[in-house]
């Protein structure tokens, strides 16, 4: 139990942030319903529908979320989830921010997670230590051996806060010098981690060989039990190392038996049958997609701290499921997969706003 202070001190940050955050992501809305040209017109549905389904929760959200939401099917759907709703009030309520950056650190997933296939792990840097990958300490120079004598293509990333790509480095043996290798150590300064690239499934290759294409499941933990609210496959663009969508990739919803939506989503919100290397969609069937899903569930479980998650995973090329990253304030994805809770969205509502049965949980 923390002390009234300190639990006061961290409230005043849970709401400094919060707004921050609302903010934040009112500006970038305002900015993408510009290039969508104002979306979709729904002045009429919005007073209709929209309104009357906020109002018992106290809330009246802006129209401009449903002008966005909407502009895909030109339906209006109430259960949509503001974005500054969900990144400020929804998923802070469900998952405590204080734990978020020693939760996702990748330098641990092997603690977290240590059944799970990983991509391997040459060296890690947790708060300036050097470790192998199985927690040992070592010293800088045999961090920098370990890796020099790795004799595949590897990568370099920050452990914490390395979402879409960030500062991730690529080695290739006999393509580089020791120099190289030393400097870009010396650039991360400290918490980051040195792995293998995996070799990932041919299916996932044909999508986009130059990237680790990989299948993002956002998970809810909720009244014990783990529901699997939205699931899409993101790869990268021609010659693109990483599959961020923001990058030029694209995105594409994954329906329960595994296998693609007819379209998928591109940065500019265009919806398109085929990527930019002619490969359909609908033609594709993500391999090993019922283990990676059962593999959520399972592992959700343990992470009551984090009630909503996002898991990325790949598929090496035994057919294996990866585990790559989670995230423990995922998007919603809602612009890909419809309302993000869908038919749980009124007692998820309820419980935030009304009953409030966590207000508890991050004492």
Excluded at 279 to 286: A, E
Aim: with cysteine; glycine share 6%; hydrophobic share 35%.
């Amino acid at each position: 139990m923390r002390s009234n202070f300190r639990k006061k001190w961290d409230d005043l940050n849970f709401i400094m942030e919060s707004q921050y955050r609302k903010y934040s992501y009112r500006k970038k809305a305002r900015i993408r319903l510009k290039r969508m040209n104002n979306g979709y017109q729904c002045d009429e549905e919005y007073e209709k529908i929209v309104v009357p389904y906020w109002k018992k929760y106290g809330l009246k959200p802006k129209k401009m979320w449903y002008q966005i939401f909407a502009d895909r099917d030109k339906k209006v759907d109430p259960r949509y989830i503001p974005d500054d709703l969900w990144y400020g009030t929804i998923v802070p309520y469900f998952s405590n921010t204080q734990f978020r950056r020693f939760g996702e650190d990748k330098c641990l997933h092997n603690v977290w997670f240590p059944n799970l296939k990983k991509p391997e792990t040459i060296v890690k840097n947790i708060a300036g230590v050097f470790y192998k990958g199985d927690q040992e300490i070592i010293s800088k120079e045999d961090a920098v051996k370990n890796c020099l004598e790795y004799q595949q293509e590897f990568l370099i990333k920050p452990s914490i806060d390395s979402g879409e790509g960030r500062l991730i480095t690529f080695f290739t043996p006999g393509k580089y010098k020791k120099e190289e290798l030393v400097k870009a150590l010396k650039k991360m300064g400290a918490n980051y981690i040195v792995q293998g690239v995996v070799k990932q499934h041919e299916i996932l290759s044909k999508l986009n060989p130059s990237s680790l294409n990989t299948i993002r499941i956002v998970s809810f933990l909720f009244e014990g039990e783990v529901y699997i609210l939205s699931s899409i496959l993101r790869m990268g663009a021609s010659n693109a190392r990483v599959d961020n969508i923001g990058a030029g990739g694209y995105a594409c919803p994954i329906h329960e038996d595994g296998s693609l939506n007819e379209l998928g989503v591109n940065r500019k919100a265009e919806w398109r049958s085929k990527n930019q290397n002619g490969i359909y969609f609908k033609d594709i069937i993500v391999p090993s997609y019922e283990d990676i899903v059962q593999t959520v569930k399972r592992e959700h479980r343990k992470l009551a701290h984090f009630k909503l998650i996002g898991w990325d995973f790949s598929v090496d090329t035994n057919s294996d499921p990866i585990f790559i990253e989670y995230n423990v304030c995922p998007g919603s994805n809602q612009i890909t997969c419809g309302p993000t809770f869908g038919d749980l969205t009124e007692k998820v509502l309820e419980e935030v706003f009304i009953k409030k049965t966590l207000k508890d949980a991050q004492n």
